[in-house]
Nanobody
Framework: QVQLVESGGGLVQPGGSLTLSCAASGSTFKNKPMTWYRQAPGKEREVVAFILSSGDSTYVDSVKGRFTISRDNAKNTVYLQINSPKPEDTALYYC?????????WGQGTQVTVSS
């Protein structure tokens, strides 16, 4: 059974940094795109970034230059490094993978940006 477990969230000051992790299990992930989403209170879930098996990545405009997605296929883990966070980055962050036509989600990790 596919499982995704996010960690690394917390309270961070504007201009600080934080690294989120998503550990995957239950399938082979090295050849699958992995995606980070987020959902802020009262807003719809949005894609933050995704990374292909090749390592190529794409970001939503609002985080370009500040967030970095990466993956360690040996550890079945995808990361999201958050630099220079802003209060509007406050959200519940989820990772996502599709395996055989089924979307899988973790439970999310909360990121709160506040001074």
């Amino acid at each position: 059974q596919v499982q995704l477990v996010e960690s690394g969230g917390g309270l961070v000051q504007p201009g600080g940094s934080l690294t989120l992790s998503c550990a995957a299990s239950g399938s082979t992930f090295k050849n699958k795109p992995m995606t980070w989403y987020r959902q802020a209170p009262g807003k719809e879930r949005e894609v933050v970034a995704f990374i292909l098996s090749s390592g190529d990545s794409t970001y939503v405009d609002s985080v370009k230059g500040r967030f970095t997605i990466s993956r360690d296929n040996a550890k079945n883990t995808v990361y999201l490094q958050i630099n220079s966070p802003k209060p509007e980055d406050t959200a519940l962050y989820y990772c996502n993978v599709r395996v055989k036509q089924t979307q899988y989600w973790g439970q999310g990790t909360q990121v709160t940006v506040s001074s």
